[in-house]
Protein backbone atom coordinates (compact mmCIF):
# COMPACT_ATOMS: atom_id res chain seq x y z
CA UNK A 1 0.00 0.00 0.00
CA UNK A 2 3.00 2.35 0.64
CA UNK A 3 4.56 2.01 -2.62
CA UNK A 4 0.84 2.78 -4.28
CA UNK A 5 0.06 5.65 -2.41
CA UNK A 6 2.68 6.98 -4.15
CA UNK A 7 0.24 7.25 -7.00
CA UNK A 8 -2.51 8.96 -4.48
CA UNK A 9 -3.77 5.82 -4.01
CA UNK A 10 -4.58 5.98 -0.36
CA UNK A 11 -7.06 8.99 -0.61
CA UNK A 12 -9.22 7.19 -3.21
CA UNK A 13 -9.44 4.49 -1.01
CA UNK A 14 -10.19 6.12 2.27
CA UNK A 15 -13.07 7.76 0.06
CA UNK A 16 -14.52 4.38 -1.25
CA UNK A 17 -14.28 3.05 2.12
CA UNK A 18 -16.61 5.74 3.78
CA UNK A 19 -18.76 5.93 0.83
CA UNK A 20 -19.25 2.25 0.72
CA UNK A 21 -18.62 -0.19 4.17
CA UNK A 22 -17.47 2.35 6.34
CA UNK A 23 -20.44 5.16 5.72
CA UNK A 24 -21.63 4.64 9.38
CA UNK A 25 -18.42 5.72 10.61
CA UNK A 26 -18.03 8.69 8.41
CA UNK A 27 -19.60 11.41 10.88
CA UNK A 28 -17.75 10.87 13.87
CA UNK A 29 -14.66 10.84 11.47
CA UNK A 30 -15.24 14.38 10.19
CA UNK A 31 -16.47 15.66 13.62
CA UNK A 32 -13.00 14.44 15.30
CA UNK A 33 -10.83 16.36 12.86
CA UNK A 34 -12.91 19.56 12.85
CA UNK A 35 -12.47 19.35 16.66
CA UNK A 36 -8.57 18.53 16.80
CA UNK A 37 -7.94 21.59 13.82
CA UNK A 38 -10.64 24.16 15.65
CA UNK A 39 -8.49 23.50 18.98
CA UNK A 40 -5.37 23.18 17.40
CA UNK A 41 -5.96 26.66 15.96
CA UNK A 42 -7.54 28.42 18.75
CA UNK A 43 -11.08 28.25 16.68
CA UNK A 44 -8.92 29.99 13.98
CA UNK A 45 -9.14 27.04 10.48
CA UNK A 46 -6.98 27.38 7.86
CA UNK A 47 -9.95 26.34 5.36
CA UNK A 48 -7.70 24.49 2.49
CA UNK A 49 -6.63 22.01 5.34
CA UNK A 50 -10.08 22.26 6.76
CA UNK A 51 -11.81 20.79 3.57
CA UNK A 52 -9.08 18.43 2.89
CA UNK A 53 -9.26 16.69 5.75
CA UNK A 54 -13.63 16.70 5.60
CA UNK A 55 -14.90 14.14 3.47
CA UNK A 56 -18.81 14.26 4.45
CA UNK A 57 -19.32 16.61 1.54
CA UNK A 58 -17.28 14.11 -1.20
CA UNK A 59 -19.48 11.17 0.14
CA UNK A 60 -23.24 13.30 0.48
CA UNK A 61 -22.18 13.51 -3.44
CA UNK A 62 -20.78 10.87 -4.51
CA UNK A 63 -24.58 9.19 -2.92
CA UNK A 64 -26.66 11.58 -4.93
CA UNK A 65 -25.20 10.31 -7.94
CA UNK A 66 -25.73 7.09 -6.95
CA UNK A 67 -22.36 6.20 -7.87
CA UNK A 68 -22.22 2.52 -6.55
CA UNK A 69 -24.89 1.47 -8.71
CA UNK A 70 -22.53 1.22 -11.21
CA UNK A 71 -20.45 -1.42 -9.50
CA UNK A 72 -22.36 -4.70 -10.27
CA UNK A 73 -20.50 -7.24 -11.36
CA UNK A 74 -21.44 -8.26 -14.70
CA UNK A 75 -24.04 -6.09 -15.68
CA UNK A 76 -23.61 -4.79 -19.25
CA UNK A 77 -23.41 -0.79 -19.13
CA UNK A 78 -24.49 1.30 -22.19
CA UNK A 79 -24.54 5.02 -22.35
CA UNK A 80 -28.12 4.92 -24.34
CA UNK A 81 -29.11 2.99 -20.74
CA UNK A 82 -32.22 5.40 -19.35
CA UNK A 83 -30.17 4.79 -15.60
CA UNK A 84 -27.05 6.00 -17.45
CA UNK A 85 -28.83 9.16 -19.24
CA UNK A 86 -30.27 10.11 -15.42
CA UNK A 87 -26.21 9.59 -14.16
CA UNK A 88 -25.69 12.29 -16.33
CA UNK A 89 -28.58 14.42 -16.29
CA UNK A 90 -28.11 14.33 -12.38
CA UNK A 91 -24.20 15.04 -12.57
CA UNK A 92 -24.54 17.89 -14.99
CA UNK A 93 -27.36 19.50 -12.20
CA UNK A 94 -24.44 19.65 -9.66
CA UNK A 95 -21.45 19.76 -11.84
CA UNK A 96 -20.55 23.12 -9.75
CA UNK A 97 -20.43 21.06 -6.62
CA UNK A 98 -18.49 18.13 -8.35
CA UNK A 99 -15.57 20.69 -9.22
CA UNK A 100 -15.56 22.12 -5.84
CA UNK A 101 -15.89 19.23 -3.78
CA UNK A 102 -13.91 16.53 -6.14
CA UNK A 103 -12.37 18.44 -8.30
CA UNK A 104 -13.81 16.85 -11.76
CA UNK A 105 -14.89 18.56 -14.37
CA UNK A 106 -18.57 17.91 -15.66
CA UNK A 107 -19.81 18.92 -19.28
CA UNK A 108 -22.56 18.81 -21.76
CA UNK A 109 -20.05 17.28 -24.30
CA UNK A 110 -19.05 13.98 -22.21
CA UNK A 111 -20.94 10.82 -22.48
CA UNK A 112 -22.39 8.95 -19.45
CA UNK A 113 -19.84 6.89 -19.57
CA UNK A 114 -17.17 9.12 -19.82
CA UNK A 115 -18.71 11.11 -16.49
CA UNK A 116 -18.51 7.72 -14.47
CA UNK A 117 -15.40 6.87 -15.51
CA UNK A 118 -14.05 10.24 -14.26
CA UNK A 119 -15.97 9.70 -10.97
CA UNK A 120 -15.01 6.21 -10.49
CA UNK A 121 -11.54 7.22 -10.46
CA UNK A 122 -12.13 9.15 -7.48
CA UNK A 123 -11.95 5.61 -6.11
CA UNK A 124 -9.00 4.17 -8.72
CA UNK A 125 -12.25 2.36 -9.91
CA UNK A 126 -13.35 1.59 -13.80
CA UNK A 127 -15.27 0.11 -16.27
CA UNK A 128 -14.21 -2.07 -18.35
CA UNK A 129 -14.55 -2.14 -22.19
CA UNK A 130 -16.39 -5.55 -23.53
CA UNK A 131 -16.88 -4.64 -26.99
CA UNK A 132 -19.36 -3.05 -29.81
CA UNK A 133 -22.38 -4.96 -29.57
CA UNK A 134 -26.06 -5.29 -30.56
CA UNK A 135 -27.24 -5.51 -34.33
CA UNK A 136 -25.97 -4.37 -37.33
CA UNK A 137 -26.29 -0.38 -37.97
CA UNK A 138 -27.09 0.31 -33.74
CA UNK A 139 -23.96 -1.55 -32.54
CA UNK A 140 -22.74 0.57 -29.49
CA UNK A 141 -19.93 0.53 -26.84
CA UNK A 142 -20.49 -1.65 -23.98
CA UNK A 143 -19.14 -1.65 -20.46
CA UNK A 144 -19.16 -3.76 -17.24
CA UNK A 145 -17.83 -3.58 -13.96
CA UNK A 146 -14.99 -6.09 -13.22
CA UNK A 147 -13.77 -5.87 -8.87
CA UNK A 148 -10.32 -4.83 -8.62
CA UNK A 149 -7.72 -7.65 -6.80
CA UNK A 150 -5.93 -4.85 -5.34
CA UNK A 151 -6.24 -6.09 -1.76
CA UNK A 152 -8.87 -2.80 -0.77
CA UNK A 153 -10.72 -5.94 0.71
CA UNK A 154 -8.46 -7.07 2.78
CA UNK A 155 -7.62 -3.16 4.14
CA UNK A 156 -11.10 -2.28 4.49
CA UNK A 157 -11.64 -5.43 7.07
CA UNK A 158 -9.00 -3.82 8.75
CA UNK A 159 -10.19 -0.63 8.89
CA UNK A 160 -13.68 -1.59 9.76
CA UNK A 161 -12.76 -3.51 13.19
CA UNK A 162 -10.68 -0.38 13.49
CA UNK A 163 -13.77 1.67 13.82
CA UNK A 164 -16.01 -0.90 15.27
CA UNK A 165 -13.64 -1.27 18.41
CA UNK A 166 -13.28 2.58 18.61
CA UNK A 167 -14.70 3.83 21.66
CA UNK A 168 -17.73 6.11 20.88
CA UNK A 169 -17.26 9.49 20.40
CA UNK A 170 -19.25 11.30 23.04
CA UNK A 171 -20.20 15.24 21.50
CA UNK A 172 -21.21 17.64 23.70
CA UNK A 173 -23.91 18.38 21.64
CA UNK A 174 -27.82 18.26 22.79
CA UNK A 175 -30.51 17.48 19.71
CA UNK A 176 -34.00 16.97 20.62
CA UNK A 177 -36.87 16.62 17.92
CA UNK A 178 -40.18 16.17 19.51
CA UNK A 179 -43.30 18.13 17.31
CA UNK A 180 -41.37 18.75 15.14
CA UNK A 181 -39.08 21.05 16.47
CA UNK A 182 -35.40 20.69 17.12
CA UNK A 183 -33.43 22.19 19.66
CA UNK A 184 -29.45 22.50 19.31
CA UNK A 185 -27.02 23.42 22.62
CA UNK A 186 -23.48 23.04 20.57
CA UNK A 187 -20.08 22.88 22.14
CA UNK A 188 -19.32 25.46 18.99
CA UNK A 189 -21.67 28.61 19.36
CA UNK A 190 -23.09 29.27 15.84
CA UNK A 191 -21.97 33.00 16.51
CA UNK A 192 -18.82 32.45 16.84
CA UNK A 193 -16.73 32.64 13.62
CA UNK A 194 -14.16 30.52 12.25
CA UNK A 195 -11.25 32.65 10.73
CA UNK A 196 -11.00 31.88 6.69
CA UNK A 197 -8.15 33.12 5.60
CA UNK A 198 -9.08 31.97 1.69
CA UNK A 199 -11.26 34.47 -0.38
CA UNK A 200 -13.95 33.90 -2.82
CA UNK A 201 -13.83 32.17 -6.03
CA UNK A 202 -13.12 35.00 -8.46
CA UNK A 203 -14.22 35.33 -11.91
CA UNK A 204 -10.25 34.08 -12.45
CA UNK A 205 -10.37 31.05 -10.56
CA UNK A 206 -13.77 29.87 -12.66
CA UNK A 207 -16.28 30.79 -14.94
CA UNK A 208 -18.39 33.94 -14.38
CA UNK A 209 -21.31 32.10 -13.35
CA UNK A 210 -20.30 29.26 -10.93
CA UNK A 211 -18.73 32.14 -9.36
CA UNK A 212 -22.03 33.70 -9.06
CA UNK A 213 -23.85 30.17 -7.93
CA UNK A 214 -21.16 30.03 -5.63
CA UNK A 215 -21.35 33.03 -3.97
CA UNK A 216 -25.89 32.96 -3.78
CA UNK A 217 -25.55 29.60 -2.34
CA UNK A 218 -22.85 31.01 0.65
CA UNK A 219 -25.61 33.79 1.51
CA UNK A 220 -28.29 30.99 0.84
CA UNK A 221 -26.45 29.10 4.04
CA UNK A 222 -26.20 31.60 6.32
CA UNK A 223 -29.63 31.71 6.30
CA UNK A 224 -30.16 28.08 7.07
CA UNK A 225 -27.85 27.90 9.87
CA UNK A 226 -30.57 30.52 11.29
CA UNK A 227 -33.47 28.74 10.72
CA UNK A 228 -31.68 25.64 12.25
CA UNK A 229 -31.98 26.98 15.79
CA UNK A 230 -35.98 27.30 14.47
CA UNK A 231 -36.77 23.87 14.34
CA UNK A 232 -37.49 21.20 11.50
CA UNK A 233 -40.10 23.05 9.67
CA UNK A 234 -38.60 26.28 9.77
CA UNK A 235 -35.69 24.35 7.66
CA UNK A 236 -37.98 22.13 5.59
CA UNK A 237 -39.68 25.39 4.71
CA UNK A 238 -36.73 27.26 3.77
CA UNK A 239 -35.15 24.53 1.85
CA UNK A 240 -38.14 24.09 -0.39
CA UNK A 241 -37.59 27.89 -1.71
CA UNK A 242 -34.55 26.49 -3.25
CA UNK A 243 -33.64 24.28 -6.24
CA UNK A 244 -32.27 20.43 -5.64
CA UNK A 245 -28.43 22.07 -6.65
CA UNK A 246 -28.85 25.19 -4.50
CA UNK A 247 -30.27 22.78 -1.48
CA UNK A 248 -27.07 20.68 -1.65
CA UNK A 249 -24.75 23.81 -1.99
CA UNK A 250 -26.58 25.13 1.08
CA UNK A 251 -26.01 21.88 3.20
CA UNK A 252 -22.47 20.98 2.14
CA UNK A 253 -21.74 24.82 3.34
CA UNK A 254 -23.35 24.22 6.75
CA UNK A 255 -21.27 20.27 6.78
CA UNK A 256 -18.20 22.63 6.22
CA UNK A 257 -19.27 25.24 8.30
CA UNK A 258 -21.02 23.36 11.68
CA UNK A 259 -19.30 19.60 10.96
CA UNK A 260 -20.71 18.94 15.08
CA UNK A 261 -24.29 20.29 14.48
CA UNK A 262 -24.56 18.86 10.72
CA UNK A 263 -23.54 14.94 12.25
CA UNK A 264 -26.18 15.74 14.84
CA UNK A 265 -29.14 17.00 12.60
CA UNK A 266 -28.29 13.97 9.57
CA UNK A 267 -28.37 11.45 12.69
CA UNK A 268 -31.11 12.39 13.81
CA UNK A 269 -33.50 13.56 10.78
CA UNK A 270 -31.90 9.89 9.21
CA UNK A 271 -35.14 11.45 5.85
CA UNK A 272 -33.46 14.92 5.60
CA UNK A 273 -32.23 13.28 1.73
CA UNK A 274 -35.98 13.83 1.08
CA UNK A 275 -35.59 16.85 1.75
CA UNK A 276 -33.02 17.61 -1.51
CA UNK A 277 -35.36 16.25 -4.32
Known sequence: MVMKDDDGWYPQLRLHYYLSVGREFLTTRDSKRAK???????????????????MSSSVLLLEELNLLQ???????????DQGMQEFKAIAL????LIKNYLNVSISEK???????????????????Y????????????VYKFVAPDDGRDV????????????????????????????SVTPNIDLT????????????????????????????????FMEQVESGVEAVKEFLSTLTSDERWGVMLEFEEAQPQIFGQLVAEVPGWIEWMT
Open 192 to 223: TPITDTTPLPNNKDMGGQEASWWQQVKSYAAG
Open 70 to 80: LLTPGEQLRGS
Open 93 to 96: QHRY
Open 110 to 128: LTPVAIAQKLLDKVDLRLS
Open 155 to 182: IFKQWLNRDELAPKTIVNCELRIANCSV
Open 130 to 141: IGRLGPRGKREC
Open 36 to 54: AQAEAGENAIWKPDFNKGQ
